[in-house]
């Protein structure tokens, strides 16, 4: 790759590693698997970086290599995830930080137990702020799916959401 490709790359790299790293965490919930996804989706952006004429589109490109990066990882059998009955450990509750962390446990613990593609959706509508429409241009389906994802995940999550928040009220 010649020079210019090579330092359009690393800037567009630099400034979109972050939130990258970030949404695959929203996405897989574990950092290290993050790390690992987000690599992914750089290293096939990399490889076609030179045959990318619109550069506007690098970030659904990104989002839709990571998108289906975690959802063909949950396909394969020896990273399923395997969830116990306890927790190791239980988030202390109290005063605001200690309620702010609890929520954000809650529900990132909730968000790992809806199924990959409802959890992709969500991610991509809720946390990352794509509308309808965006969403189903980065999974590659229609609206209607997306809206029919949509609200299987949230009702899922409620459900898990109302859960999780039962334990922990139970627990102090």
């Given at each position: 790759m010649e020079q210019r490709h090579e330092q359009e790359f690393a800037e567009y790299?630099?400034?979109?590693?972050?939130a990258v790293r970030r949404t695959a965490y929203m996405l897989c919930g574990d950092w290290h698997r993050a790390d690992?996804?987000?690599?992914?989706?750089f290293v096939a952006l990399?490889?076609?970086?030179?045959k990318i004429r619109d550069r506007g589109a690098l970030d659904a490109?990104?989002?839709?290599t990571l998108v289906r990066a975690v959802i063909d990882e949950t396909r394969r059998p020896w990273r399923r995830e395997r969830f116990v009955p306890?927790?190791?450990?239980?988030?202390?509750?109290?005063g605001e930080v200690?309620?702010?962390?609890?929520t954000r446990s809650a529900l990132l613990d909730g968000l790992r137990r809806?199924?990959?593609r409802q959890r992709a959706v969500l991610v991509l509508r809720f946390l990352d702020g794509l509308d309808v429409a965006a969403?189903?241009?980065?999974?590659?389906?229609?609206?209607?799916t997306v809206k029919s994802q949509t609200a299987r995940g949230l009702a899922a999550l409620r459900d898990v959401l109302g859960d999780t928040l039962d334990d922990l009220r139970s627990a102090s």
């Open positions: 790299f630099a400034a979109r590693r972050d690992d996804l987000a690599q992914t989706a990399h490889r076609k970086w030179r490109y990104v989002r839709r306890e927790l190791p450990e239980v988030a202390q509750t109290g200690g309620d702010a962390v609890a809806v199924p990959p969403t189903a241009e980065v999974l590659k389906c229609s609206e209607g």
